[in-house]
């Protein structure tokens, strides 16, 4: 088979590949579609991944191909998204149902080959079926989906009250599509594009704010989901929490950041309880936000809209799609890798 294999920094080859072989609890798929994560770029451009040569591909949707000995539930032709994280099941995360948090687990497509190929191979219980009339463009969504919900689980969400989402990137406007989905009772999202605030608001936001053109509204909102990852963004949630608010911090951060005391010690003031979220699995494996993932996208209730996804490419032209992170402002949305 075909795969895109990451040989060094910026060399990722389209060649042939032996097929994986598939073990009697395993399932087989014939991949379709594989978003471009944040996480695959410092991989490919910044010397990141564990080994070479590596399949990378985490973000997927495909048909299976091919079904274990062992395995109940899915038939040839069904269409799946896939869950990356295999966690060990042995380890106290994991026995506490905390997937997200188990350090001996392994993960497709950093450290086992991936679906940057036309085929990868899954655990069945890793499978998530979807709906005939979820595309395979969401199908490939459900993983920044599913990272959203784990956000809104791990902040003890009820609707009702305030929200604010901070960052309108993919995961920004999921999370502020699931507070919508449970019930806020307004949403405002803040980003410093105009076209993502676009967004947010054709998928459901009540309110957008530039916070380079407008005021914050500090204090105004119960929960607070950041979700860039910036230092500004960090900064802005412990401002605009509302007293006993609830904040989660959903996005990787990248660079240094550094409080005033002033800024700090909103946390006292307030007494709002300030949270994080890593990843999207819980008991039983891999969790619900799959699971709900699937179910709202297929009754139209979680959004999908074709701006979300930036540009399409051919599996033969993986490498060229990669070198558009050289110039990150230039990406205003998903890089899909697609087979035909
Ligand atoms: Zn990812
Ligand atoms: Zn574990």
């Known amino acids: 088979m075909k795969a895109g294999v990451l040989y060094g920094n910026e060399d990722i080859r389209y060649e042939?590949?032996?097929?994986?072989?598939?073990?009697?609890?395993?399932?087989?798929?014939?991949?379709?579609m594989t978003g471009i994560c944040g996480?695959?770029?410092?991989?490919?451009?910044?010397?990141?991944?564990?080994?070479?040569?590596?399949?990378?591909?985490?973000?997927?949707?495909?048909?299976i191909a091919e079904v274990g000995t062992n395995v109940k539930g899915f038939e040839i032709g069904d269409r799946v998204s896939g869950a990356p994280l295999i966690p060990?099941?042995?380890?106290?995360?994991?026995?506490?149902?905390?997937?997200?948090?188990?350090?001996?687990?392994?993960?497709?497509?950093?450290?086992?080959?991936?679906?940057?190929?036309?085929?990868?191979?899954?655990?069945?219980?890793?499978?998530?079926?979807?709906?005939?009339?979820?595309?395979?463009?969401?199908?490939?969504?459900?993983?920044?989906?599913?990272?959203?919900?784990?956000?809104?689980?791990c902040s003890d969400y009820k609707g009702g009250k305030d929200v604010a989402i901070l960052g309108g990137g993919t995961i920004g406007l999921f999370t502020m599509q699931w507070a919508k989905i449970f019930g806020a009772k307004s949403i405002t999202v803040f980003d410093i594009s105009d076209s993502r605030l676009e967004l947010a608001k054709k998928l459901g936001a009540d309110y957008i704010v530039n916070p380079k053109k407008?005021?914050?509204?500090?204090?105004?909102?119960?929960?607070?989901?950041?979700?860039?990852?910036?230092?500004?963004?960090?900064?802005?949630?412990?401002?605009?929490?509302?007293?006993?608010?609830?904040?989660?911090?959903?996005?990787?951060?990248?660079?240094?950041?550094?409080?005033?005391?002033?800024?700090?010690?909103?946390?006292?003031r307030k007494e709002f309880r300030l949270t994080g979220s890593w990843m999207s699995y819980s008991a039983p494996f891999p969790g619900d936000e799959w699971e709900l993932t699937s179910h709202y996208f297929g009754t139209g209730q979680l959004k999908f809209d074709d701006s979300l996804i930036f540009k399409k490419y051919p599996l033969s032209e993986i490498n060229e799609a990669f070198k558009l992170f050289k110039d990150p402002s230039k990406v205003g949305g998903k890089i899909m890798?697609?087979?035909q």
């Open 16 to 32: 042939d590949i032996p097929m994986p072989e598939i073990s009697d609890d395993e399932v087989l798929i014939r991949v379709k």
């Open 88 to 153: 060990c099941m042995k380890c106290g995360d994991c026995e506490n149902g905390n997937f997200s948090l188990c350090k001996n687990y392994t993960f497709v497509g950093s450290r086992l080959q991936g679906s940057f190929a036309e085929y990868v191979k899954l655990p069945a219980k890793n499978a998530i079926k979807f709906d005939k009339s979820v595309s395979f463009e969401q199908g490939a969504f459900f993983e920044p989906a599913t990272v959203a919900l784990h956000g809104i689980k």
């Open 214 to 268: 407008e005021e914050l509204q500090n204090g105004k909102f119960n929960f607070v989901f950041e979700t860039a990852g910036q230092p500004a963004t960090m900064k802005n949630a412990f401002e605009i929490a509302a007293n006993k608010a609830s904040v989660c911090f959903i996005g990787t951060p990248h660079a240094d950041i550094t409080f005033t005391p002033r800024e700090w010690e909103n946390i006292n």
């Open 39 to 63: 996480s695959d770029i410092p991989r490919v451009l910044a010397g990141g991944a564990h080994y070479y040569p590596i399949v990378l591909g985490h973000e997927f949707s495909g048909e």
């Open 337 to 339: 890798i697609c087979n």
